[in-house]
Structures are given as C-alpha cells and as structure tokens.
C-alpha cells in the first residue's frame, strides 16, 4: 500500500476542517489538489473517509479510527526533519494572525532583517484557537488578540506585544454611529456577530459579552475577521474589534465608533513553549525590543 505523508496531511485538515478549502488554505495547496489527495488515499485504503455534499464534509467511521494514526504518523516525519535540519535551525517560520497592523509589519520586517535566510511565511487564521495547529507545528507562532490575562495552554508560552482600545464595527447608518461615543451598556440590545463556538472562546468574544450588562443576541456566524467586517458592512449586525480593524478593513459604508469604559485588546505572540529553533527565538527577542 502506497501511502505518503503527504496524503496524510491533507486528510488530517480536511477531517480537522470539514472544508476543503479551509483545509487547502491551512496546506497552501488548492483545493483540488487537497481533493486529489484525499481521493487517492481513499482508494489506496478501499474505504471513504468523508461523505460530501455542495454544503458538507462528514467524516466517516474510517476517518475517526485513522486520525489519530495519521496525527501520530506526520508528527513522527516532522520530528525526522526536524533532526535532519539540526535542532536549532529553521528554514521556514510560519506565523499567524487574524489581521495585521502596523505593529505586526514592524515584528516581522524586524525578524526578517535579524535572520534574512529564513522563510518568513503569513498564515490568515479563523476564529477558532490555534493552539493545536501550534502544537501540531502546523504554525510556528501566532498573534491573537486577547481581553484580560493571558490563558494558560500546556506547551504554549505567550508574550504581551501591545495593547489596542476596543471599537464598536457597524453599518454607518446604524443608530449607534450617531452616538460617536459607545460604552458597553449602549450594546445590551444590539445583535452581536461572534465567531463559531463564541460563547466558548474565553479569551475574545466570551469575554467581551462578559463585559456587556444583560443578554445581548449573538449571532455566531463568521468564521474569520473578513466576513465579520462584512456583515457589520451588510448591516447584519454588530462587532467588537480592536482598533487595528479600521486601518485594515477601511470598508464604504462601515463605521468604527470608539467604546469607552472597556479594557483595552492585548495583542499576544504564542509560541510552544519547548521549541528549540533559534528563528522563533529570533521572533521573540524582536517581539521583547519593540514592545517592551
């Protein structure tokens, strides 16, 4: 049977997914491509791994019972490179982030200049954690966007960058817009857009509707920032982002009002904890002289 770690990565995102282009994004393939190789591995093992449809990706019984074999099998490949290329190298450092700044440029143009032979590479994160993804050395870092203390993950080391106030996104035709200056209360009625699993990510939007008195309607429907910042255009409904939002997504008919009274975003750099290559202690030290 001729198996490749290849095919293995890409069935690990796409059951981890349940999107082929999600799970192509994450691999920088195409779609197809990711397609291609799941058909292949499917063949080669006699058994489907998913059942698709126009709108969904469900992972069959064969799926679950392989990947944590697969998971086991590309960490083992990664962890042969990873001692081929030698214990304190990198040649590719892949960092994430939902939306860049000004400050994100300036870690990475810094990093850049400190270690000019690496592969300094931008991964677009989603909503969901990437925790696992770093754990996996699916990403090497990642900057996210928290409110209040930084949570504690096993092999995961978070470093403070900078802090951000918060802004209220809308539709600038929203009746909030005309208030030019927003406190938490002023949102208790408003439908709120949150990511997949909101109310379970502790560290933004559960901990931004901790922050708002009553019961506000979440409206759990945006995967990433960018559709986010396009239902609030749509005037589907509200969000709350840090202020970098205004420079990154300057959208005709969207409006950024500042919310007052609130704690302000502190932009993290995650990092595991025991990861010996010197570029990502490249990234870390830049982080400590810009920001600190």
């Known amino acids: 049977m001729d198996l490749t770690v290849q095919h293995l990565r890409c069935f690990v995102a ?156 809308a539709h600038e035709n929203h009746p909030l817009v005309e208030r030019r200056r927003l406190r938490l209360g002023d949102l208790a009625a408003e439908s709120l857009i949150c990511g997949p699993h909101g109310l379970e990510n502790e560290q933004w939007f559960a901990a931004i509707l901790a922050l708002i008195p009553g019961t506000p309607k979440v409206l759990a429907t945006a995967t990433n920032l960018e559709e986010l910042v396009e239902m609030c255009a749509a005037g589907i409904g509200i969000a709350v982002s840090p202020a970098s939002v205004i420079q990154m997504f300057p959208r005709p008919g969207l409006a950024f009002v500042p919310l007052h009274e609130a704690p302000p975003a502190t932009l993290r750099l995650h990092v595991r904890r025991d990861d010996p290559a010197r570029t990502v202690a490249v990234l870390v030290d830049r982080a400590r002289e810009l920001f600190s």
Request: charged letters at 20%; zero cysteines.
């Open 14 to 169: 796409v059951a981890e997914e349940l999107n082929f282009t999600r799970a192509a994004r994450r691999l920088h393939l195409s779609p197809s491509t990711v397609s291609e190789q799941i058909t292949l591995l499917e063949r080669r093992l006699g058994r489907p791994l998913f059942v698709r449809t126009p709108r969904t990706v469900q992972p069959t019984a064969a799926a679950g019972e392989l990947l944590p074999l697969a998971h086991r099998a590309v960490t083992a490949m990664d962890q042969v490179v990873t001692w081929a290329t030698g214990p304190d190298t990198a040649s590719t450092v892949v960092v994430g982030v939902m939306a860049s700044s000004e400050q994100f440029r300036a870690l990475l143009a810094g990093a850049r200049s400190t270690a000019p032979g690496v592969d300094w590479r931008i991964r677009q994160l989603g909503f969901e954690p990437p925790y696992d993804a770093l754990l996996r050395r699916d990403l090497d870092a990642a900057v996210l966007a928290e409110i209040g203390p930084a949570r504690r993950i096993a092999g995961i080391v978070a470093h403070d960058l900078w802090q951000e106030r918060l802004v209220v996104v």
